[in-house]
């Protein structure tokens, strides 16, 4: 898996002061994304243990609340294995941090995904440039949800989070 970025005291991705990790590639090429720049899988640069330790420093900070899994599309195949897996090693170093992910995917697609075990809330749902709507809080598109996770899967239905 390659990254395109790791932004320390992101406001911006999510509740809180967060880390976000902007993984490389999407195949989804939403009209307008704010981030085309990582569409490619092959751009940017190889995501290694610099990289997991420059992000273990970071959520051992006090101030930082969790981190945030975007891109590009940290849910494509190419991506799922390794965003899982950073998820859980997060989840096992930093049980009180929690852990956002944008993915275009609807979450009733996704719900069964194991990577979801170690997800607190997930923004669902392609940019829609048809649907944009500036006043909303961490999402672009009026069809994306802020969905809480856990209580979710517990309810086996969408439970929205708290904004």
Known sequence: MNYHNIL????LNGDGMRV???????SLHCKNCQNPCTWNFDGGIS???DAKCEIFN????????GITLTGGHPLEPQNL???EQLCKTIKNKFPQ???WIYTGYKYEKIKDYS???YVDVLVDGSYVDELRDISLKWRGSKNQRVIDV???RQNNQVILHCE
Not at 58 to 65: A, G, N
């Open 8 to 11: 320390h005291d992101d406001m």
């Open 115 to 117: 990577i979801l075990d």
């Open 150 to 152: 856990q209580k979710s």
């Open 81 to 83: 294995g390794e965003c």
């Open 97 to 99: 941090k929690n852990i």
């Open 20 to 26: 976000t990790l902007f993984v490389s590639g999407c």
């Open 58 to 65: 970071e959520l051992s900070k006090d101030y930082i609340s």
């Open 47 to 49: 995501f290694d243990d």
